[in-house]
Each structure stands twice: as structure tokens, then as C-alpha cells.
């Protein structure tokens, strides 16, 4: 993996910050990243699944170009 100076500056004074070594921050941001697309992914497709349902409760809320019907809102 390579870094400029600037970048290698940054990432070991976010290292010592967090009281790590450099291996182990390196690490540790790349398991950060792999659970935060998953958190991502679960969320999106959990408010895919009620979006339906959101939409009906909220008829008024939904923008027209997204409304099923095509209606406008009264």
C-alpha cells in the first residue's frame, strides 16, 4: 500500500490518536468499512420493504412523480 508523505503523515496521526499501531488501525478501518456497507445494505433493503407501507400512511407526503396512481395530492 502506498501513501504520499502528506497521507502517511494523516494516517499515523490518526493511529496514535486512536492509541493503535499503524498495522492495526489499517486493519481495523478496513473491517469498519466492510460493517458500515453492511449496515448500509441491511437498512436500504429493510426500508425498501416498508416503503409500500409508508406510502399509504403518508399518501400527502409522497412526491407526485412517485406516486403509483400518478395523482396529484388534493
Given at each position: 500500500m502506498s501513501f504520499t508523505d502528506e497521507e502517511l503523515e494523516g494516517v499515523r496521526a490518526a493511529a496514535a490518536a486512536e492509541g493503535k499501531s499503524l498495522k492495526q488501525y489499517?486493519?481495523?478501518?478496513?473491517?469498519?468499512?466492510m460493517q458500515r456497507k453492511q449496515f448500509v445494505a441491511g437498512a436500504t433493503a429493510w426500508a425498501d420493504r416498508l416503503r409500500r407501507e409508508f406510502d399509504d400512511a403518508f399518501a400527502d407526503e409522497v412526491?407526485?412523480?412517485?406516486?403509483?396512481?400518478?395523482?396529484a395530492a388534493a
Open positions: 489499517l486493519h481495523d478501518l478496513g473491517v469498519r468499512e412526491p407526485p412523480s412517485e406516486r403509483r396512481d400518478g395523482a
